[in-house]
């Protein structure tokens, strides 16, 4: 992957720790200079670790500078690029789990039994009515819900996500839980 061709800026000129004070200032051409400073090594490491997946890198790639301008604050000086390496490693990390268990689930799909079409139907009509109980729930217990009991995150995970105590995901994920049941049952909450 090569940088696309950028005009010069006053950030060009910057070392690395005046870039991220800019950039924690929260200015885009800063952030601009930076990407384009890193994309390439940051893109070279996540090749390195997930080979020729070129969609797949891409995805990590943007992840990777995503997280990094949303916690560039916690940016505690020396070299930015082992900074940046650290992320996108954990990145590709969750990626790699996520691809482990998207594999287990399609594993455990194919090995089922195939059920006639009239079963089929009644399936995807319960999945369906799920779905939409799992919409009605306000947005934030929603998102605890899919991302513990759908997506599979762990605890810490989803709550970093969230950026939220762990103990508040656990109430939103208890609280959703409990008005899921209250929905499919049909009785009110």
């Known amino acids: 992957m090569t940088a696309a061709p950028r005009r010069m800026s006053v950030y ?3 070392d690395d720790a005046n ?3 800019q950039c924690t200032g929260g200015v885009r051409a800063a952030m601009a200079e ?3 400073r890193y994309v390439n ?3 070279r490491f996540v090749e390195g670790l997930r080979g020729t997946n070129s969609e797949a890198v891409q995805d990590l790639v943007q992840q990777t500078f995503i997280a990094a301008f949303g916690s560039i604050s916690t940016f505690r000086g020396g070299s930015i690029k082992p900074w940046l390496f650290g992320i996108a490693l954990n990145k590709t990390r969750m990626y790699a789990r996520g691809e482990i268990r998207r594999k287990r689930k399609l594993t ?3 090995q089922e039994p195939v059920h006639d079409a009239d ?3 009644v399936n995807r009509q319960q999945l369906d009515d799920i779905r939409r ?3 009605m729930l306000t947005p934030k217990l929603r998102e605890a819900l899919v991302l513990i009991d759908i997506e599979g995150a762990s605890g810490a995970q989803a709550a970093a996500l969230l950026k939220i105590p762990l103990g508040t995901l656990w109430r939103r994920v208890y609280e959703a839980r409990q008005q899921l049941r209250s929905l499919m049952s049909g009785t009110p909450s």
Do not use: C, W, Y
């Open 19 to 21: 870039l991220i004070e």
């Open 108 to 110: 455990l799909l194919a």
């Open 119 to 121: 079963t089929r139907l």
């Open 12 to 14: 060009s000129e910057l």
């Open 41 to 43: 090594p940051v893109h």
């Open 34 to 36: 930076l990407f384009h």
């Open 133 to 135: 109980q799992i919409a």
